[in-house]
């Protein structure tokens, strides 16, 4: 590990001007390549205090054992350098995308003598016009089919087309109307390269004016009496409606975009990129990273943009892109994005109308595609058995765990407090274990005191369930422990030798493919009983507090064959008790990825429960506690009133007036609500207004959201 301190250049040696800077190991590759406007300022920043740089700074630094810099004349020409170096030197602190897969592309050959059209994949071709990229191979063959009926362009390779000229028979295509047959000289080169403009032009999405046309040809051919010729030419136009029917409409105004989103967390970032032309999108393709470097949003789109358009020119490059936010500066990206294309581009954030609407189906394909990158390998039965090897292994386990419970606290500023609890076993989700708590002891916010909490009543009724089980038997009374769990201090029952929850252990350990469930007990109908099962890992989410009150809890229960460990989300730490300083666990590690997942998967079941509660909460009225009211009445009662304080200022009488509510019924409303406190007001979070009526509207419930845990 190298000191910055050596190779820190002196001062006053660095330029104050724009350019690009390479950091060098000590075997002189280049690990990082950066820009800035002023070289002076961003360099300073890497030879500040250690302990003040991002931990991915820090590790690129004291790797790093020399930089250079190279001075430019702006800032696009450093945004272009800086792109032609990483291509070049592929450094390995930088960000880079790489597509999941290779996307195929519908590509005409213009820059032969007959234009062909095919199915292309790999780095773009000189001359040759792309469409796409497409999903799958099979969506641009069908499209193709649809339009050679029209566009009856050549499709053959050169040795069909080669064969077919020296016999001058053309092949199949040219015998069913599919190809123009310039094989044997049916059109000439010039007819045939026009027609693969056509074709092109059509794909583009001058798409309008083209079948308009050919709406008049046929009217004219029917007018003349010609109605073969008007039949053909109406099957063609149904040809290319269907043709553009597998391409929704998602923008009215055909426009020409590029829609880039991105998905991240503390260590990986997906990019998702929709394709519009003439207002249809064209194209989808998507990319994930590892985030090697602190890099921000905004940096992310910035090397999505050099990755997307670095070697793009002209038309390939749209009138306007829209991104979740935009690189800073923006000038400079803007104008080498413009000087790309030939002509003005526009790189901005949508607000408002179909565009944000758009993006926002964009964004969800990038957290599906996170989501998706992070779960697929729960299905590789090798990868399972990796990931936890490497988790026993950095938290010093005897054996694997097998079996992993992650608990979470959820709130909304210290109201509706709940934990979770979520089982995998084998490295998969088991749903049907997973536990909801309401925290009982106290109210207001402590994630702490609330973890202690919920790992003592889990674990309580564990031990309790052990003991109706007759697996473990009493110990003397003088040695039974203070909370009357029937366990001696060892966690070892005197009769049997067990160690809690060692025997379902032990044989899933010997097989990774061993169903969990074996040995599990269970209850007479044959289903495993609630909490019977030990885990061998406890997750909490939090960092070294948490971790604390979770181990405490344990101890108080003299159980100490489960191991404690916590993940703390800003840096994906991993926490053991009594240790000063966390486990860093690789970034490319299966261990850190399966505490991750379960870690998230407790979350979502933690916020989903609170969000229910306070929905719940919030929309219960006095009207609920009315013996013999119905939700009918109820809502016809609402409705006539308005709000459950005019209906408590109203008389019987005027109670009466509402249909269907009898003279009976409206004395016990009103007896009901006149015994019942009125409630607080409700509070608007998003404005601060106090809301007259009892409950919240949902606006406050969306704005509230944003305050929870």
């Keep these: 590990m190298a000191d ?36 002076r300022q961003r360099l300073a920043n890497y030879f500040q205090d250690l302990a003040g740089l991002h931990p991915r700074t820090r590790t690129m630094v004291t790797t790093a054992a020399a930089v250079e810099w190279t001075v430019v004349s702006t800032e696009v020409e450093a945004l272009q350098l800086e792109y032609t170096w990483i291509k070049e030197f592929d450094p390995r602190f930088n960000v880079k995308y790489r597509d999941d897969k290779s996307y195929p592309y519908l590509a ?155 998905a991240e967390d503390e260590l990986e ?86 565009k944000k609407d758009l993006m926002a189906t964009v964004g969800r394909n990038a957290q599906q595609a996170l989501a998706l990158h992070k779960t697929k390998r729960a299905s590789d039965l090798t990868t399972r058995s990796r990931a936890l090897e490497e988790i026993a292994e950095a938290l010093g386990l005897d054996a694997v765990p097998l079996r992993i419970e992650c608990f979470d606290i959820s709130h909304l500023q210290g109201d509706d407090v709940v934990a979770s609890m979520v089982v995998f076993e084998d490295g998969l989700a088991r749903k049907s274990e997973y536990r909801r708590f309401q925290i009982k002891t106290f109210q207001g916010q402590d994630d702490v005191r609330s973890m202690h909490e919920v790992i003592g009543r889990r674990f309580k009724r564990y031990l309790q369930e052990k003991q109706k089980s007759g697996e473990w038997t009493e110990e003397p009374a003088g040695n039974a422990p203070a909370d009357g769990t029937g366990v001696n201090g060892s966690g070892v029952t005197p009769d049997t030798g067990v160690t809690p929850g060692s025997g379902p252990v032990t044989a899933l350990a010997d097989d990774l493919e061993t169903d969990p469930l074996a040995g599990r007990p269970t209850d007479e109908d044959g289903r495993p009983k609630r909490f019977a099962y030990p885990p061998q890992l406890v997750v909490v989410d939090g960092g070294a507090p948490q971790v604390a009150a ?115 019924t409206a004395e016990t409303v009103a007896a009901a609500l006149a015994g019942a406190a009125p409630s607080a007001p409700a509070v608007n979070t998003a404005t601060g207004e106090i809301i007259e009526d009892d409950g919240a509207p949902p606006a406050a419930l969306s704005a509230e959201r944003g305050q929870e845990r």
């Design 550 to 664: 979770a181990r405490r809890a344990l101890d108080e229960l003299g159980i100490d064959d489960v191991a404690v460990c916590g993940l703390a989300k800003r840096l994906e730490e991993v926490w053991l008790p009594e240790d000063d300083d966390p486990v860093v666990l690789p970034r490319s590690s299966e261990g850190l990825y399966l505490l991750q997942r379960v870690r998230d998967e407790a979350h979502r079941f933690a916020i989903t429960y609170q969000r229910s509660k306070r929905t719940k909460r919030l929309k219960s009225s006095p009207l609920d506690a009315v013996a013999g009211l119905g939700d009918t009445r109820r809502q016809a009662l609402l409705k006539h009133f308005g709000s459950v304080k005019k209906l408590r200022a109203a008389t019987v009488d005027e109670i009466c007036e509402v249909p269907g509510v009898g003279r009976k």
């Design 269 to 354: 970032a997906a990019v998702q990129i929709f394709h519009v032309r003439g207002g249809r999108v064209r194209g989808q393709r998507g990319w994930v990273t590892d985030k090697v470097e602190a890099v921000t949003t905004s940096g992310l789109v910035e090397h999505a943009l050099q990755q997307l358009y670095g070697e793009e020119r002209g038309d390939a490059v749209p009138k306007e892109v829209l991104v979740p936010a935009l690189p800073e500066p923006v000038e400079p990206i803007a104008q080498w994005l413009s000087e790309r294309r030939g002509s003005q581009v526009s790189l901005r954030i949508p607000q408002r109308g179909d």
């Design 4 to 39: 910055p301190s050596s190779y820190r250049p002196k001062p006053g040696q660095i330029p104050d001007s724009p350019g690009v800077y390479k950091f060098r190991d000590e075997h002189g590759r280049v690990i990082y390549v950066g820009k800035a406007k002023s070289l």
């Design 108 to 262: 005409v050959t213009l820059n032969e003598e007959f234009p062909r059209v095919q199915v292309m994949r790999g780095a773009k071709k000189k001359g040759v016009r792309y469409f796409g990229p497409y999903g799958h191979a099979w969506a641009i063959r069908e499209t193709v089919d649809l339009m050679l009926r029209v566009f009856p362009v050549r499709t053959c390779s050169a040795g069909v087309f080669k064969r077919s000229a020296q016999i001058g028979r053309p092949c199949l295509l040219g015998y069913i109307g599919k190809c123009s047959a310039p094989c044997v000289g049916r059109v000439s080169a010039e007819e045939h390269h026009e027609l693969a403009e056509e074709f092109c032009d059509f794909m583009a999405g001058r798409t309008g004016a083209y079948i308009r046309r050919l709406e008049r040809r046929m009217q004219k051919a029917a007018e003349e009496m010609e109605y073969e010729r008007a039949a053909r030419l109406r099957d063609d136009i149904g040809a290319l409606k269907r043709a553009m029917e597998k391409s929704a409409v998602v923008l009215a105004d055909a426009t020409d975009a590029d829609l880039i989103a991105v």
